[in-house]
């Protein structure tokens, strides 16, 4: 059996993180090493290694992962707006293999990304 990711570590609760908002499905906690004034991961609480890994049967799952950033975005008062960042696979720099959306915001972002 493969080693539990830190995610997966994470969202058992048995390495500590700053979780900012849970649900039945999912977790959002702050980024260790933040590249934003708020960066926050998104994971299921499911384990999908990556978006290259998303089934038919996790299409739900996918867009309620995208509810709760918006709710979260809400409570978070993050009116200027906020960026959604999948790494998948190594080209992409996915260091994680655990599905996950980086949630950026608190200032401008340029575009093309790096
Ligand atoms: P990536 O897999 O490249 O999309 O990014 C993984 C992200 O997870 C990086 O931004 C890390 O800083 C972050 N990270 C790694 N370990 C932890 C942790 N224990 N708690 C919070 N964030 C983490």
Redesign the pocket.
């Known amino acids: 059996m493969s080693e539990k990711t830190?995610?997966k570590r994470?969202v058992d609760r048995e390495?500590p993180?700053d979780v900012v908002y849970e649900d039945e499905f999912c977790l959002a906690?702050?980024?260790?090493?933040p590249?934003a004034p708020v960066?926050l991961?998104v994971v299921p609480k499911k384990e999908i290694r990556s978006a290259a890994d998303v089934a038919a049967e996790d299409e739900g799952l996918v867009g309620h992962l995208f509810a709760a950033m918006a709710k979260i975005a809400a409570q978070m008062g993050l009116t200027g707006g906020y960026r959604v960042?999948?790494?998948s696979g190594p080209d992409?720099?996915?260091?994680?293999m655990h599905l996950?959306f980086?949630m950026l915001a608190g200032r401008p972002f340029g575009w093309p990304p790096g």
Do not use: K, L, S
């Open positions: 830190v995610f994470i390495i993180a906690f702050r980024d260790i090493h590249a960066h991961i960042v999948t790494n992409a720099g996915q260091e994680v996950h980086h």
